[in-house]
């Protein structure tokens, strides 16, 4: 059974500076997801990773997959308020479609 | 209009009572999914449904039940609801397929159970 883990749960951080969220997942999983959420709002999809060494970036997001540490790290450079929401990753076992969620990280940016 | 649509937004309701959520979408997706959110614990499936024929049970389905009336609709039931289902449910949809595609949430519905 797949078991992800983040750290960590809670993040404060000021504008400017950069960051590093982790993901840990316990088995093998194919394909790894990086999901945003707003306060009371809906998952927005941020990045899928497929393999190992994949490496994905949208503005000041960049995330990337170990396959091998079992281990997906979502990093923030030279943070804005605006990026201030949950994150979750979330894996998927081995050619199947359910997706198995960390806890997620609370991220909130201050000025 | 949302691509991935829920109903209710809201609701506050009793314990013992029925209660039924729905979801439509218009992605065109075959699988769709039932997901409930409590904070500290993410997201945890609560059942699924690669097609119109298909229902699986996710992690946490005690107490649940569901079903896919077509491919654009699936519903979830609590047959008598107990506060400990207070919590934000999501629906989800995603492509058949290997490619990784993503699943798309609705909005949620809050359920708050008294």
């Known amino acids: 059974e797949l078991k992800v883990e983040q750290n960590p749960l809670f993040l404060s951080m000021q504008e400017g500076k950069n960051y590093t969220i982790y993901c840990n997942y316990s088995t093998t999983s194919d394909r790894l997801y990086w999901y945003r959420q707003d306060p009371g709002k809906s998952l927005e999809s941020l990045f899928v990773?497929?393999?190992?060494?994949a490496v994905k970036q949208e503005g000041r997001l960049m995330a990337s997959l170990d396959t091998k540490a079992r281990l997906s790290t979502l990093h923030i450079t030279a943070a804005v308020h605006d990026l201030s929401a949950t994150y979750f990753c979330a894996g998927a076992e081995t050619s199947g479609s359910r997706l198995t969620f960390g806890e997620g990280t609370q991220l909130t940016v201050n000025p | 209009d949302a691509d991935v649509t829920q109903t209710p937004r809201n609701r506050i309701t009793k314990t013992g009572k029925r209660i039924m959520l729905e979801c439509s979408q218009t992605?065109?997706?075959?699988?769709m999914y039932w997901y409930r959110q409590d904070p500290g614990l993410g997201l945890r499936l609560i059942y699924y449904?690669?097609?119109?024929?298909?229902?699986n049970k996710g992690e946490i389905s005690d107490g649940y039940s569901v079903s896919r009336q077509a491919q654009a609709k699936f519903s979830l039931s609590l047959e008598s609801a107990i506060p400990n289902q207070t919590a934000l449910y999501f629906c989800?949809?995603?492509?058949?397929?290997?490619?990784?595609?993503?699943?798309?949430f609705g909005d949620g519905t809050r359920l708050s159970i008294l």
């Open positions: 992605k065109g997706h075959d699988r």
């Open positions: 990773l497929l393999s190992n060494g």
């Open positions: 449904s690669f097609d119109v024929k298909d229902i």
């Open positions: 989800a949809t995603s492509e058949t397929g290997t490619g990784g595609q993503p699943q798309h």
